[in-house]
């Protein structure tokens, strides 16, 4: 039985489906909107317009990369304030334009660099917090990969909440709260067992609605079109829904924790 560590690794897979990618296979038409209107754009986080079936949807999604030279221009997913700022950009169009929004999400965390202090990290994820929360448009996100700390919440104030089964959701990595609790980075996987960190935890413990299934599937292709499926229906069912009872929903979601 694989441990939950067993779990982080697998999230961090060198051959994982990126964000990007499911983008790229699961919607069509796909416009990418760059750029936060305050500094620069944040390669770390890709979003625009794009169709899923006969819908426009808003999608946005934390990019680790592909290859090194990727990684390192897209700073290994790890946003900066103007990549944030960049998505509620692009959440606010989606409320205007009465589109629904999906995130895809695989981050260790916000970058924690000087320059991103200095341009209001902690800030721009509070706003992206406090503006989800009630934006009048059906969101859906997906944690994929990592879902580290403030800088995966930034994209998961939604109104349903999934995960893949060898994802992983955490308010700080194993290693980090390892090296805060004992001093010792290397008590990673003793760390990762006591944050509870796993899709099947996360579901157990009602902060995500839904764990997609990854088991025995080498396939990516398959995960797509499964995904885009799920998508597809229970974006029918969201945007059915009052716009009202939506937002009283989303909000005694996240109050019931």
């Known amino acids: 039985m694989a441990t939950a560590y067993d779990k982080v690794q697998l999230a961090r ?67 900066n304030p103007e990549g944030y700022r960049k998505a509620l950009r692009l959440m606010r169009q989606a409320e205007k334009f009465h589109r629904p929004i999906v995130c895809f999400v695989d981050t260790a965390g ?28 059906p969101i ?6 990592e879902g580290g700390s403030g800088g995966a919440l930034a994209l998961a104030v939604a109104d349903r909440v999934w ?15 390892a090296s805060i609790l004992w001093k010792d980075a290397k008590r990673a996987k003793d760390a ?16 995500v609605e839904r764990v997609i299934s990854e088991a025995g599937r080498n396939d990516k292709q398959d995960l797509f079109e499964r995904v885009a499926e799920m998508l597809a229906i229970e974006l029918d069912r969201l945007c059915d829904i009052e716009t009202e009872t939506l937002l009283k929903r ?5 109050r019931a924790f």
């Open 250 to 254: 989303r909000y005694d979601r996240f």
């Open 140 to 145: 859906l996100s997906v944690l994929v990969g």
């Open 192 to 207: 990762a067992e006591c944050l509870r960190l796993t899709a099947a935890d996360m579901e157990a413990f009602g902060v």
């Open 110 to 137: 916000a970058f924690c660099g000087i320059g991103a202090e200095e341009r209001g990290q902690g800030q721009a994820i509070a706003e992206n917090l406090y503006e989800m929360m009630a934006l009048k448009t």
């Open 13 to 79: 897979g060198k051959n994982r489906a990126t964000g990007l990618s499911f983008i790229e296979n699961i919607f069509t038409d796909f416009i990418e909107l760059h750029g936060d209107r305050r500094f620069a754009d944040d390669p770390a986080i890709v979003g625009g317009v794009a169709k899923l079936g006969g819908r426009t949807v808003t999608v946005i999604a934390v990019e680790k990369g592909g290859d090194t030279k990727d990684k390192v221009r897209r700073n290994f997913g790890s946003p």
């Open 163 to 177: 995960m893949l089964e060898n994802a992983v959701y955490s308010v700080v990595t194993p290693e980090g709260c």
